[in-house]
């Protein structure tokens, strides 16, 4: 095993960010191609940026967030946050007791791992699933979790969403909704409605998923709930920062739902190319991805490494020989280590996809000759 536990994945990160900077530096940042769907960004003009003050900051900006956060997300009101899993870690330590049960469903396991660590932290009992049948809620529930598009983009059906949120509410439980990026890929997509539209008490999404934002989270919702998740989020310093919270909101203003659109439509082409070699990518949403064991099932080659490893050595080879950047390198310990080739943030939309076909049959062509020598493998994940 090359990549065992969370620490081998902070140093891989570490690594993955190295080589980035190197090319930066010796190439410039128009030979990187970010295909992750989490380019981020930072919009700001310099009339803006002096206004960046510890006070001063929030009082402009997390102002006019109010508005535009809203009629992102719907609800009552908005709060800005550090990421994702810190408003998922703070809306469970506000409503979650210990020995109270935490029901989740979405599309497809598995949850962010944000939802079960927090659920340990405060000492709840967590169970998740993706067969709606097989969904209840318990007697001593005190929170249910829906997954509006889970890390690998899989979509929740907006019935069983209403349905489950139905099921809550005849139990007075409160519905929190990780949609991290749900609020633009259900929405813009799949036409569905917003969380809170559909009666989801909170909702959180990811300000750097399919949108030109920072990385953050923006939770929206009852107001009554955001309060007291509020003081939480400030005693445990959860919240955004002034520069962050600016980069929000120019990142929403500039959210164009017809890049995600169009790039519903090139995944097909990019799916047909690669289809002439490999036969285990599948369709997102806006992109390709091929899971490890999907890639595991490419190699024809006698070799040790895990699924998860095999997944690691291709996306750094990726990296370093073209400047692709996908998740698995640069990810926080825990994230799925699925490649996923994002055609929705601005890196794609020039990108010639016969050229990123070949790529991609090259990548795994080196893949292929490395495998047999695991020390050369530890040494592309660890050491540019
Ligand atoms: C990305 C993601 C998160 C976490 O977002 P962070 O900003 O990294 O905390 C949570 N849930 C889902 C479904 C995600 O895709």
Not at 159 to 169: G, L, N, Q, R
Not at 322 to 350: K, N, Q
């Amino acid at each position: 095993m090359i990549v065992e536990n969370s620490l081998d994945e902070v140093k891989k990160r570490e690594n993955a960010l190295s080589i980035i900077k190197d090319i930066v530096e010796s190439d410039g940042r128009d030979s990187l191609f970010d295909l992750t769907g989490l380019s981020g960004g930072f919009i700001a003009d310099s009339s803006e940026i002096s206004l960046l003050e510890t006070y001063v900051g929030p009082a402009i900006f997390e102002d006019a967030l109010q508005e535009v956060g809203i009629e992102h997300m719907g609800g009552e009101k908005v709060l800005p946050l550090n990421r994702t899993s810190s408003g998922i870690l703070a809306t469970i330590l506000t409503l979650v007791k210990e020995d109270t049960n935490v029901v989740h469903y979405l599309a497809k396991l598995p949850a962010h791992p944000s939802i079960p660590r927090s659920c340990k932290l405060v000492g709840a009992n967590y169970s998740e699933t993706d067969v709606f049948d097989e969904f209840s809620i318990p007697d001593n529930t005190s929170l249910v979790v829906i997954t509006g598009s889970t890390m690998d983009h899989q979509v929740i059906d907006e019935e069983e969403f209403k349905k489950v949120i139905d099921m809550a509410h005849q139990k007075d439980i409160p519905v929190m909704v990780d949609d991290a990026s749900g609020a633009r890929l259900r929405t813009t997509v799949f036409n569905q409605a917003k969380a809170c539209d559909l009666g989801a008490d909170i909702a959180i999404t990811s300000t750097d998923k399919l949108m030109p934002g920072p990385r953050g989270g923006l939770m929206a919702g009852r107001e009554d709930l955001i309060d007291e998740i509020k003081v939480k989020v400030n005693q445990f310093g959860l919240e955004a920062q002034p520069p962050a919270v600016l980069a929000m909101l120019n990142g929403i203003k500039n959210f164009n739902g017809d890049n995600l659109i169009k790039s519903f439509t090139r995944k097909d082409d990019l799916f047909e190319l690669l289809s002439e070699k490999f036969s285990n990518f599948e369709k997102t949403p806006t992109g390709v991805m091929i899971s490890p064991e999907g890639l595991a099932g490419e190699i024809d080659i006698p070799h040790n490494l895990s699924q998860k490893d095999l997944a690691f050595v291709f996306s750094f080879i990726l990296l370093k020989d073209h400047g692709i950047i996908t998740i698995p390198p640069v990810s926080m310990p825990g994230a799925s280590a699925t490649i996923r080739f994002d055609l929705s943030t601005s890196d794609a939309f020039d990108l010639d996809l016969n050229d990123l076909n070949k790529k991609i049959v090259s990548s795994f062509e080196e893949l292929q000759d490395v495998i047999p020598n695991e020390e050369k493998c530890r040494e592309i994940v660890f050491s540019s």
